[in-house]
C-alpha cells in the first residue's frame, strides 16, 4: 500500500526555470490499466531550441558553472533532502507510466538519491595532474572543465532511475542541461526538474523538453550549441545520434542494448542461482538493457537446474504493479507488447521447446514468465535483445564452452556468473567481453562503479569517477618558469 494517491498529472515543458505550457499534448495511457495517468507535453523544435539558449546563457555567462565545487555540493545534497520528502511521490508516478511494481520504483528513486550523493561529493573532488620538470624549464598542469550544455536522452524502462545515472553529475561538473525523457513516461523528469531548481539550481541551468525522439530529441542531437550527448536506448536509435551529432562536432556517450549471458556452473550454490537468475531476466518485467536473457547452463546440471526454475518462475506473481506482491508488472506500450510476443513465436517457430510461460495475461500488457531450452546461437531468440520476460537457455562444457557461447553476440553490456570456484570467477570475468561482470549476485548497481558496453551495447561510460569526468573537458596549460630563450635565436 502507498500513502501517494495522484490524479491524472498535466506537465509542460521546464524552460529556463519555469513550466512552458505545452502546444501539443500527449496523453499517456497507464499500461496496467489502460487509463488516462498523465498528459505530456508534445515538443517541437522550437521548444528545444528555446531550452538550448537557456542552457547556453546558463553555461556562458550564468552562476552554476562558476560556482566552487563545494557550493555546487550543497545544492546537490539539497536536491537529496527533497527527493527523499518526495521520493513515495515520484516513484508512485513512475510505476504508474511504467506498469513497474512500486516497490521497484521505490528501489530506482533510491538509487537516483544515491547518485545526487556521490556527485556532491565528486563535485568537490574535481583535480587535475601537475607536471614540474617539463623540457625547457616549463612546468605543465591539466585539469577539468565543464563540457559546456549536455543533452540528457532518457528512455522509458528507469524514468528516475536512468536520469539519476546522468543528471546529477552534469550538475557535479558544471554543466548545464536540456533533458529529454521518454515521451511514455515523462512525469518524474519534469518533477525533479521543479524540484532542482527549486533547491537552487539557477533558471536555466537544467530545463527539460518532453516529446517525441524526432523531433525532440533529433532537435538536441543536431544543436549546434548542444556540447555533449549522453544517451541511453537502443542501439539502433544510438547509431542514428551518432551520425547526427557528427555533423555537428558533438561529444557523445551511448549506453545502448544488451543480450546479457547469466552462467550457471555446475558447482554454484544452486539456490543461490535460481534465485538470481530469476531476478536477472524478470526484473522489470525484462525491459532492462542487462538483463540476463541468455542463460547459459553447464551440462551436467542442466535439466535440474532448468525443472527448478521453471518451477519458480511459474510462481512469480504478474499482474497490478500497485499489489504490495507485485514482481512483474506489464509491458510499456502494446507495440511493444506485440514485439515480445513475436519472439515468443519466433522461438517456437525455430525450434526452440517452451519450459514455462509463453502468453499474455488477461487484463493488461502483461506477459506471462517465459523459457526456452534448447536455443541455439543461430536462433532469433538467442541474438536480438526482446526487452521482455523471455528467457532463452542454452548449454555448455567447461570454462572455454561458456566463454565461446557468452561473448557469441554482437552486445556486450553484462555478464552474470555463478560458480564456487575462484579460478572459474576470475578466468570469467576476465574473459567476458562486457562492461560489467556480476560473480554469484546480479544487476548490483552502485554510484561509484561505472556503468556501459562493450561493442553495439555502446561506448562511453556514466556513473563512477568516469561518468562524472564524461561532462568534463580536460585543458593543457604550460607555464614558463623564469626568462626563456628567445624562439628564433
Ligand atoms: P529508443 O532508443 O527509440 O528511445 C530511447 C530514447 O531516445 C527516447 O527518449 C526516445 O524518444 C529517444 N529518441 C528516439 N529517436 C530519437 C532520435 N532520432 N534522436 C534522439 N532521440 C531519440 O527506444 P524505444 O523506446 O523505441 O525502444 C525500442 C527498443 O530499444 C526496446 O525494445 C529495447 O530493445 C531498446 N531499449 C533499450 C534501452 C536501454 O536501456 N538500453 C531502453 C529503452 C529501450 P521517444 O520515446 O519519443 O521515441
Known amino acids: 500500500m502507498s500513502s501517494v494517491e495522484l490524479t491524472v498529472r498535466e506537465y509542460g515543458h521546464f ?41 547556453r546563457r546558463a553555461f556562458d555567462r550564468g552562476p552554476w558553472p562558476r560556482l566552487s565545487g563545494a557550493e555546487r555540493a550543497r545544492v546537490l545534497l539539497d536536491c537529496v533532502a527533497a527527493l527523499h520528502e518526495r521520493a513515495e511521490e515520484i516513484a508512485m508516478i513512475d510505476a504508474l507510466e511504467v506498469g513497474k511494481p512500486l516497490r521497484q520504483a521505490r528501489g530506482d528513486v533510491a538509487g537516483a538519491i544515491g547518485h545526487f550523493e556521490y556527485a556532491a561529493a565528486l563535485a568537490q573532488d574535481i583535480h587535475g595532474e601537475t607536471f614540474t620538470d617539463l623540457e625547457n624549464g616549463r612546468m605543465g598542469f591539466v585539469f577539468r572543465e565543464p563540457a559546456g550544455v549536455a543533452a540528457l536522452i532518457i528512455p522509458w524502462n528507469f524514468p528516475a532511475g536512468i536520469f539519476g545515472q546522468k543528471a546529477p553529475y552534469a550538475l557535479a ?14 512525469g518524474s523528469a519534469v518533477e525533479i526538474a521543479r524540484l532542482i531548481t527549486e533547491a537552487g539550481v539557477p533558471a536555466g541551468a537544467f530545463n527539460v523538453v518532453t516529446g517525441y525522439g524526432d523531433p525532440v530529441g533529433q532537435a538536441l542531437v543536431e544543436s549546434p550549441d548542444v556540447d555533449f550527448v549522453s544517451f541511453t536506448g537502443s542501439t539502433a536509435t544510438g547509431q542514428r545520434i551518432a551520425a547526427a551529432a557528427a555533423g555537428s562536432h558533438k561529444r557523445i556517450a551511448l549506453e545502448l542494448g544488451g543480450k546479457s549471458a547469466n552462467i550457471v556452473f555446475a558447482d554454484a550454490d544452486l539456490d543461490d542461482a535460481v534465485d538470481g537468475s530469476l531476478f536477472s531476466v524478470f526484473y522489470n518485467a525484462g525491459e532492462c538493457c542487462v538483463a540476463g536473457t541468455r542463460l547459459l547452463v553447464e551440462e551436467a546440471i542442466a535439466d535440474e537446474f532448468l525443472d527448478r526454475l521453471a518451477r519458480r518462475a511459474g510462481e512469480l506473481t504478474v ?23 513475436s519472439y515468443v ?23 506471462e514468465p517465459t523459457i526456452f531450452d534448447g536455443v541455439t546461437p543461430q536462433m532469433r531468440i538467442f541474438r536480438e535483445e526482446i526487452f521482455g520476460p523471455v528467457l532463452s537457455a542454452a548449454r555448455f562444457e567447461g570454462v572455454e564452452g561458456a566463454v565461446a557461447l557468452a561473448n557469441d553476440t554482437p552486445y556486450g553490456l553484462g555478464n552474470t556468473v555463478w560458480t564456487k570456484n575462484v579460478d572459474t570467477a ?7 567481453r562486457s562492461g560489467s561482470v556480476w560473480v554469484n549476485t546480479s544487476l548490483d548497481t552502485a554510484p561509484q562503479m561505472p556503468f556501459g558496453g562493450f561493442k553495439a551495447s555502446g561506448h562511453g561510460r556514466e556513473m563512477g569517477r568516469a561518468g562524472f569526468e564524461a561532462f568534463t573537458e ?6 614558463a618558469i623564469g626568462k626563456r630563450d628567445p624562439y628564433f635565436g
Open 474 to 479: 580536460l585543458k593543457s596549460c604550460y607555464i
Open 173 to 186: 561538473a558544471g554543466c548545464t542541461v536540456v533533458a529529454k525523457p521518454s515521451e511514455l513516461t515523462s
Open 345 to 367: 513465436a519466433s522461438g517456437k517457430e525455430e525450434g526452440a521447446r517452451l519450459l514455462t510461460g509463453g502468453a499474455q495475461v488477461d487484463g493488461g500488457l502483461f506477459v
Open 426 to 432: 576470475l578466468s570469467m570475468a576476465k574473459r567476458l
Open 15 to 55: 524552460i529556463d526555470g519555469e513550466e512552458v505550457a505545452a502546444t501539443g499534448q500527449i496523453d499517456r495511457l497507464g499500461p496496467a490499466t489502460g487509463e488516462l495517468v498523465a498528459r505530456f507535453a508534445a515538443g517541437t523544435a522550437t521548444d528545444v531550441e528555446a531550452a538550448v539558449s537557456a542552457a
Open 319 to 341: 499482474g497490478d504493479p500497485l499489489a504490495d506482491d507485485a514482481q512483474v508488472g506489464a509491458l510499456i506500450s502494446p507495440d511493444h507488447l506485440e514485439k515480445v510476443m
